[in-house]
């Protein structure tokens, strides 16, 4: 269990360098070699596309990563879920770094100057095991929803994008991305709204059922699919979601890599001094990173308690390193998944085993977390994945 491994241990490179003995960690000489700027001969075609639709594919042949290209980042995930951890614990490595390097300037010119702001995620959906991506739904809702973009209400230049990169072929067979593009959306610019009666006469009316208000307009979803090494860019306006693949799909599994970025007016960097500790940083804030990002969509992975603990004990070390907004939000996303799971256990009468920590441990640093978040104070980072769709 990764839950019983010592913090010595999960600092040491050559621990997971046994799980992914083919990638790197703290290599200069791979750092230097790996670390190259990429750029797309279509860049303006990109940004356009950005603006008008809310996303773009980009499948420039010539500028996949060796890493992606070889599948060394889709082997990694597997090797590293067979150990027990998550996906997102890609972090680890300098492949997964020195990608985010490669596509740091395409991500900030169509966006016109967006930077990395650490919100990483990595996925493997394998849709034989009934697995799917998230269920649709935007990325943030400002209050100000105009101020969010660079161009005000023409929604050009969003000051949040997502570069969402296939490790694997993604496709409508095995789960691939959903969009609906801007022109169709009336609360891309305008805001949701909740407060009109759904065509059924009960509920409710969400973000879909607005987009989506005549038969016609259901004509407008588009299927993304993405070959491995090509990318998706979409901003925090776009409704999106992953699929769910066909059962008996024989084909590879989905695998892919998320980054966001972000200007420091909308959302700031969520690690301090990113401008210091970039390209490649330290292996204790890649952990660090990698456990507040499970804490942070803990209700999208359902971890057990103690793992949620262990998780945020591993972030927690690190906290000081953290900007206050995001030590704020992961606070209130400890304390929430705690209550949640806790629930959970009590309802499947499941014990936490003595070895680990006790559930009295998890409520009580559940506690710290809520007096933490109420010092720092919440509300920030707000995405619509739990709004009723």
């Not at 860019?233 to 980054?259: D, L």
Request: charged share 30%; proline share 4%.
């Amino acid at each position: 269990m990764i839950t019983s491994l010592s913090k010595e241990k999960l600092l040491d490179k050559t621990y997971w360098l046994s799980i992914c003995p083919h990638l790197h960690i703290g290599d200069e000489r791979f750092q230097k070699e790996h670390c190259v700027r990429l750029k797309s001969s279509k860049l303006d075609v990109h940004t356009r596309r950005l603006d008008e639709e809310g996303y773009t594919r980009v499948d420039d042949a010539d500028w996949t990563p060796k890493s992606v290209r070889n599948g060394g980042l889709a082997k990694a995930v597997r090797q590293l879920e067979e150990h027990g951890w998550p996906p997102t614990f890609l972090l680890m490595f300098d492949e997964a770094w020195a990608v985010i390097e490669n596509f740091s300037d395409i991500m900030s010119r169509m966006s016109g100057g967006n930077r990395l702001n650490f919100d990483i995620l990595v996925w493997r959906i394998d849709p034989n095991k009934d697995q799917a991506g998230f269920s649709p739904h935007r990325d943030r809702q400002p209050e100000n929803v105009y101020q969010s973009f660079r161009g005000g209400k023409s929604g050009k230049g969003a000051k949040y994008t997502t570069m969402w990169l296939a490790l694997t072929d993604a496709n409508e067979e095995n789960s691939c991305l959903y969009m609906i593009p801007k022109f169709v959306d009336p609360g891309y610019l305008e805001g949701d709204e909740f407060d009109e009666k759904s065509p059924l006469g009960t509920s409710e009316v969400g973000p879909i059922f607005r987009c989506l208000s005549t038969k016609t307009k259901f004509q407008h979803v588009r299927c993304v699919p993405a070959n491995k090494g090509s990318a998706v860019v979409f901003t925090h306006r776009t409704i999106h979601w992953g699929s769910a693949g066909r059962k008996g799909y024989e084909g590879e599994e989905r695998i892919a890599f998320s980054f966001a970025a972000s200007d420091a007016s909308f959302e700031t960097p969520y690690l301090l001094n990113s401008d210091d500790i970039l390209p490649f940083p330290k292996l204790y804030l890649r952990l660090a990173l990698g456990g507040a990002q499970c804490v942070a969509y803990h209700d999208r992975f359902q971890f057990e308690p103690s793992v949620l603990h262990f998780f945020h004990n591993i972030y927690k070390d690190a906290s000081s390193s953290f900007h206050s907004s995001y030590r704020a939000k992961i606070a209130s996303e400890y304390m929430s998944g705690s209550e949640t799971t806790s629930e959970q256990q009590k309802f499947k009468k499941r014990k936490i085993d003595e070895d680990e920590d006790s559930e009295d441990d998890i409520i009580d640093d559940a506690l710290e977390a809520m007096l933490d978040a109420e010092i720092a104070g919440v509300g920030e980072f707000r995405d619509d994945f739990d709004d009723d769709y």
